[in-house]
């Protein structure tokens, strides 16, 4: 296949791929301070790991979806701000769209944390109005569910990220410590530990228990400190393989063939039995 990316494909292209197959997967990104990196960070991150699950399972990849709600680094200048609701209407449209063209099996993915509020909401009405389940995938989660140590490696897969997406040299190289960037660990830790918000946040899923900011933007992430192209290099190898095990640990092609048995599931079983009643049910 030329490309997996459907944007870049063309409309002949997509046609051929749906004679055979209904797999898309959609990285929901977020545009928003993050050390030393730039800011499209977490939307690269989904993007490149949607990529390699679509390798491996046949699928298509749906992109440039980096602008929804980022949570508490709205105090970064460089962050963009979508509301949750906002965002989920987005992605309702967008779900319904390619529902119609033929993507029945439909996996979103994050690696943003408070991405949750925005997609799950999304998935569940977009069953309850369409009877066709979609999935979501937030990768530390997916990590947790496949035994993988995705925080040992993240600072790799960031930056492997890039690589994968053919965009490494967009990673900088000597940003300077600044209101925006630390590379001390624990500094970034005391700043966070200013925020009273953070003793009520363990009560709910993340960002989900009671609104707050970062005290400053440096606090939302200490990023390593890049020097030359060598280490650059030596991180983004380093992050592509850890991206790759990652995806193999998941199985991706069990993973969209449960999401099918779902489907058949509720079509033969579910609907026939309760389907007058439930909320996008027939008589």
């Known amino acids: ?7 870049k494909m063309t409309n002949g292209e997509v046609e051929e791929y749906l004679k055979g197959n209904d797999i898309i997967y959609v990285p929901v990104g977020v545009t ?9 960070s977490e939307t690269v991150l989904a993007e490149a790991i949607a990529l390699k699950m679509a390798e491996a399972s046949d699928g298509l990849v749906l992109h440039n979806l980096p602008y929804f709600f980022p949570g ?13 609701k906002d ?33 799950s909401g999304m998935v569940r009405d977009f069953f309850d109005e369409t009877n066709v389940p979609i999935l979501y995938m937030d990768v530390l989660k997916a990590a947790e569910a496949a035994k993988f140590n995705l925080m040992d490696v993240f600072h790799d897969i ?3 990220a890039y690589k994968v997406l053919g965009r490494l040299e967009d990673v ?12 001390d660990v624990q500094h970034m830790l005391a700043g966070m530990g200013k925020n009273p918000g953070n003793l009520l946040g363990k009560y709910a ?16 992430m200490a990023t390593p400190l890049l020097k030359t192209i060598e280490e650059r290099e030596a991180l983004a ?33 579910i609907l026939p039995k309760y389907g007058a009643h439930l909320p996008g049910g027939k008589a």
């Open 237 to 269: 190898e380093a992050g592509v393989q850890a991206i790759n095990e990652f995806v193999q640990a998941l199985d991706m092609p069990t993973i969209v063939e449960t999401l099918r048995q779902v489907d058949v599931y509720t079509a033969e079983t």
């Open 32 to 40: 928003e301070t993050h050390g030393a990196l730039p800011l499209d």
């Open 87 to 119: 965002g989920m209407a987005y992605l309702d449209k967008i779900a319904k769209s390619l529902l119609n063209q033929g993507f029945r099996r439909q996996v979103y993915i994050t690696s943003h944390g408070p991405a949750h509020m925005t997609v």
């Open 1 to 7: 296949m030329r490309t997996r990316f459907l944007s």
């Open 205 to 220: 899923y993340q960002s989900g228990a009671v609104g707050s900011y970062f005290d400053a933007p440096s606090d939302h």
């Open 72 to 84: 508490g680094t709205i105090v970064g200048r460089g962050t963009i701000q979508m509301s949750i």
């Open 172 to 183: 900088p190289l000597n940003v300077p410590e600044s209101h925006s960037v630390t590379y």
């Open 158 to 160: 960031s930056i492997g």
